[in-house]
């Protein structure tokens, strides 16, 4: 009996032993930095005699690498595969090689889950030696994701869709390599639907929107600036589904039974086309004008619903597909010839996020060792893309100009969003400035700017 | 050594594989990089959460759907303490294991006097009670963007370091549910799965049986609840979902329900697949579920249950029929019993 201890105990201490004894793992790691320069486990690196960016043996600099996260399989999937579209489509028509530098990327699918996203930004961080990554597309998984990179120096995280406000308001101290080229608030369009109705004379409101942080920035933002502009949202009017529902029958009731004179809906993915046909179903259409958030009326939502449901539909949005405008109109036909499709704006958003790599990395001279150097130039810069004008603010953010759009009929029998009113120069925080904006919580289901209490 | 030559062919080779398991499991840190490493983290931690499913599953007959509510609410203890209350690690982990194991309990008593469809059913709606309440509960669970900034105690921070901590506590975890398993309770359990009113007439309270096993089950979902909260420093609603206990009882099937070992290597094989062959592979998803339909019809018995097959057949070519006996489920013991046996009567 002894005899099998001592052998097991004899095993257990050799391990221990030899555990103790060898160096912590990953101390020889290779890691690439940017800018070209590459460290291999030897710890070598070839400098040139004036110790200027080095280069590998062959003489050309290490391609930039691009991790982009989007959800390509579920509920949200057809807003996802746009998104990897237009990224696509910006590269397949514009230089990949800019100031020398060589653009490579690799598209993962995320599923929408904020789980699956971190392993996957995992892997394109440390294993595929991204420098820049983009994602994600629903604002909880975005947040998930900015959280995870935020102490990585090395790494620059733009999120051109994903608009969890706070990532460049209160919290934007937290995240320094964040930025939104490309991207918005939730609330940065529905500001100006608020206004726009008070101005169309509408005075009291209900909403329906989803229950996650999107849906309750987005539905705030239009409380907010309806409620101080004078008109009435009974909190009781304000109704709240789950991320994918698809049943609004019991909404759509409810909210017939309201008295209001207008309905303030955002909806996404799948859950759009649900709800639309509810309310056309329950003849509503015609009876209470709906006020559209941006992502309720995206053509990547609504293309395959019966026109009827969808003609003259408002919304307010800072794409406008239906916009007469060189940038917007050419990105629509480089769209519909590879795709056969309109641009939705998750097209247009990924696409802009890949002019601004591609300008600012033109301004850098391809260099991108020093991140806070890509994102200062980045926020330099002043584009005209497909969306119209964009600049950043000092937080990080785009500032628009933001159109009231409303569905109408093509020729070819297919329907966009054309702006029938433009807000000009928009920022993240209109009407309010910085200062006051960032004194009030940011949206939440408590927190909905409702003036009336 | 003298204990090694008394054992079976068939249990030798099960310590051989064990040891060069562990082997791996303590070098890989040095044989591969963090992402591999992460990945492996990950598959230990989903294959204690199945070892657990198996334990009510595959020896006691009673398939869970509501495992992931189990650990999900311990891992939002653990992240509402650190995220929302700032508490320290001791806090974190304690709220964690009450939290889990209450829950457990809670369960458990709803689903103990029930059985096979009647089981899956409840415990189906007891996740998705948790997965409701974690959308709901804005001010606790932080709704659907969930809890972030968990940080890992210290020492456990970096990549390696938790991941050793993981396989330990796996391994420890492991030794603890083969106890489980070969004790009287283990037998009692088995005894109700082949016929809960036998067991009854012996003399048993059958539920509450079961109530325990629910929650020496729940304790060990609860444990990989933790582990994964603190390996992802995140946590939201999709980790009480359905489809994470789904997935958790899909691993079981995949490797072998009522081997200990099974939901292992069904965690491993799935984690490879969602996170390595996914990056060549856009329709991974469809070669999870081909994967799956080919285990169900060829291979009922899981991945361990074909090899078990296959390395009997083996014996059975090597030293004939009396080594192994009539086919029956792979039992440690079971070939040294028959061997001695054939020793004590003489070759027929």
Redesign the interface.
Known sequence: MRHRHTTFGSLVAVLALVAAACSAPGAEETTTTGGGVTTTGAGETTTTAGGETTTTAGGEMEPLRIGVLQPLTGAIAASGTDAKDGWDLFWANNPTEIAGRSIEYRVEDTAGDPETALQKVDELVQSYGAEIIVGELLANVTLALADRLKDNPDVIFMSPIGSADDLTQRLRDDYPNFIRAGGWTSSQTSHVLGDWAVKEGYQNAASICTDYAFGHEMCGGFVQVFSEGGGTVDPANQLWNPLGAQDFATYVTQLQGMGVDSVFALQVGGSVGDFLNTWSDFGLKDQIPILGGEVLLDISNIRNLDPAVVEGLISSGHWAEGRDAPETQELVEVVDEATGKLPSYYVAATWTAAQYISAALEETAGDTSDKQAVLDSMRGLELQTPFGPSRLDDYGNPIYDIYIRQIELRDDGRFWNVPVETYEDIDQFWPKTADEYLQQPVYSRDFQGNAGG | ???VRRLSPTARLKLVLLAVAIGVG?AL??MV???????AT?ALIGGLFSMSIDLLGGYGGLITLGQAGVSAAAGYGVGYMANRIGAGYMAQILTGLAVGLLVSAIFGVMAMRSDSVYFIMITLAQGMIVWGLS?RL?RITG????L??IARPPGLT???QYYWFALGVVLVCSLLLYVVVRSPFGSAIRGIRESEGRMRMLGYNTSLQKLYLFMVAGFFATIAGILLVYL???I?P??AHLTASAIGVLQAILGGMGTLVGPMIGSFVLVFI??VV??YL?RW?TLMGLTFIVVILFARRGIVGALSRGWRAWLRRRYGDELTGPEKPAELGADVALGAQLKATGPS
């Open positions: 050594m003298e204990l303590i840190p040095y990089g963090s992402f591999l490493v992460g990945l990950l959308i804005n709704a659907e963007n969930g972030t900034g970096l990549y390696w992802n420093q995140f939201s999709s980790s969602r996170n996914s990056q856009e998803p």
